[in-house]
């Protein structure tokens, strides 16, 4: 699904980007036992800025966003958000992920729960909002993804594209300040992949601060400020994304992207 020239301008060159640094990472390592997922991860985000990660599977991307959403614990480093250490005896956990929401590539939708009623939980149970509200928000995020239809269908019901839309509304009732994706596309289908993608492109120029961990290159190469290469657990190589998908510098980052120049 690609952009025409001027959209893709139009997304590189939207005045959300600011210069402040909204989360920084630093000397972040992970072991899971003996083996070590990523080692001494320097990383910052800005806000406004649409950061993609790319590597092949296993490089260490998805348990890195799992690190920054405190799904896992580092073994070592430090995060911070907005300045404050994220983790900790007396760290909101939920009050935080309310502010840096995530979109996982299967969904997490509760089977149990209309469309509707899986976007009002967050709200309800964490910001403690009124129902009337959460539900205002909630519909008023469904039609922004183009859901409003579904809004009493189960998620059984449902595409996966569908879903993945879905879950994107569901985190943004939240209101949150970031959003972490991870591969939310790997788990659809080639024709679905399109719908999804459509809808971050829309969050992208609208200014919010979004880290993907994604497989798909042409969206990284037009929608994002930075693109990071990781490789064995380390961040390889980090640039615009000329200089990443143009002009790699790294022998790795090259390797990599040759696979998808006839692509």
């Given at each position: 699904m690609a952009l025409s020239a001027k959209s893709v301008d139009a997304v590189k060159g939207r005045a959300g980007v600011k210069t402040d640094t909204v989360l920084r990472i630093e000397h972040l390592s992970k072991n899971f036992g003996s083996h070590i997922v990523l080692r001494d991860i320097d990383f910052s985000v800005r806000s406004?800025?649409?950061?993609?990660?790319?590597?092949?599977?296993?490089?260490?991307?998805?348990?890195?966003?799992?690190?920054?959403?405190?799904?896992?614990?580092?073994?070592?480093?430090?995060?911070?958000?907005?300045?404050?250490?994220?983790?900790?005896?007396?760290?909101?956990?939920?009050?935080?992920?309310?502010?840096?929401?995530?979109?996982?590539?299967?969904?997490?939708?509760f089977n149990n729960m209309t469309v509707l009623q899986n976007c009002m939980a967050g709200p309800v149970h964490v910001l403690h909002k009124?129902?009337?509200?959460?539900?205002?928000?909630?519909?008023?995020?469904?039609?922004?993804?183009?859901?409003?239809?579904?809004?009493?269908?189960?998620?059984?019901?449902?595409?996966?594209?569908?879903?993945?839309?879905?879950?994107?509304?569901?985190?943004?009732?939240?209101?949150?300040?970031?959003?972490?994706?991870?591969?939310?596309?790997?788990?659809?289908?080639?024709?679905?992949?399109?719908?999804?993608?459509?809808?971050?492109?829309?969050?992208?120029?609208?200014?919010m601060t979004m880290v993907v961990v994604t497989h798909e290159m042409q969206f990284a190469r037009e929608v994002s400020n930075r693109t990071v290469f990781m490789c064995d657990g380390v961040i390889a190589e980090s640039g615009t994304p000329e200089q990443i998908f143009e002009h790699p510098q790294n022998p790795k980052t090259q390797q990599f992207l040759s696979r998808f120049q006839a692509s």
């Open positions: 406004g800025e649409v950061v993609c990660i790319i590597g092949a599977s296993g490089s260490g991307k998805s348990t890195m966003l799992r690190c920054i959403n405190h799904l896992e614990t580092p073994t070592s480093g430090e995060i911070t958000y907005e300045g404050k250490a994220v983790g900790g005896v007396h760290f909101d956990l939920s009050q935080y992920r309310a502010k840096v929401g995530m979109v996982f590539q299967s969904f997490n939708l009124k129902k009337a509200e959460a539900k205002q928000d909630a519909l008023f995020y469904l039609k922004k993804v183009g859901m409003a239809p579904y809004i009493n269908a189960r998620p059984s019901q449902l595409s996966g594209g569908q879903k993945q839309r879905v879950a994107i509304a569901r985190a943004l009732a939240m209101h949150p300040k970031m959003l972490l994706f991870d591969e939310p596309t790997s788990a659809l289908d080639p024709q679905m992949v399109g719908e999804v993608l459509a809808v971050m492109r829309q969050l992208a120029k609208e200014g």
